[in-house]
């Protein structure tokens, strides 16, 4: 694996000032981890344009994925400074109107892979999944 550049905050905000890009991340930082499938689902966007965007986050060294079986699962990368990740949090409770759509497709969602764990409850933003 190369080795990442310091994350700077140009680089994170530029990373996050394409709406996909944005949700998925806001999504992932509040449940912690998800895979390709429930990002396509949740964010409302075709698999090849999901992925293109999480290659580009991974390549940035916002997200690290980990495949299981023929899922591919996604989270925030372990090294991520805890001045971005309080970003995330912020920007995330201060906009639960934006990402509200996004969970109940989440939740609603009716084909998962047979290892995701349930959605945590899409009304408290504040307490997302124990990390891993």
């Known amino acids: 694996?190369?080795?990442?550049?310091?994350?700077s905050p140009s680089k994170l905000f530029k990373a996050l000032g394409e709406p996909t890009r944005l949700?998925?991340?806001?999504?992932?930082?509040?449940?912690?981890?998800?895979?390709?499938?429930?990002l396509t689902v949740a964010v409302g966007v075709s698999q090849p344009?999901?992925?293109?965007?999480?290659?580009?986050?991974r390549a940035q060294g916002l997200l690290l994925?980990?495949?299981?079986?023929?899922?591919?699962?996604?989270?925030?990368?372990?090294?991520l400074p805890d001045w971005s990740r309080q970003l995330l949090h912020i920007t995330r409770n201060a906009n639960t109107d934006?990402?509200?759509?996004?969970?109940?497709?989440?939740?609603?969602?009716?084909?998962?892979?047979p290892d995701c764990r349930p959605v945590?409850?899409?009304?408290?933003?504040n307490?997302?999944?124990?990390?891993?």
């Open 65 to 79: 994925d980990e495949r299981r079986g023929q899922w591919i699962y996604y989270r925030l990368h372990p090294t």
């Open 120 to 125: 945590i409850d899409n009304t408290s933003f």
């Open 1 to 7: 694996m190369p080795e990442l550049t310091p994350l």
């Open 23 to 38: 949700a998925t991340m806001l999504l992932i930082d509040q449940q912690s981890e998800l895979c390709v499938c429930e």
């Open 49 to 57: 344009k999901i992925s293109r965007h999480l290659a580009q986050l």
């Open 127 to 132: 307490h997302p999944r124990s990390t891993l």
């Open 98 to 113: 934006f990402l509200q759509p996004m969970l109940v497709r989440l939740e609603t969602m009716t084909t998962k892979p």
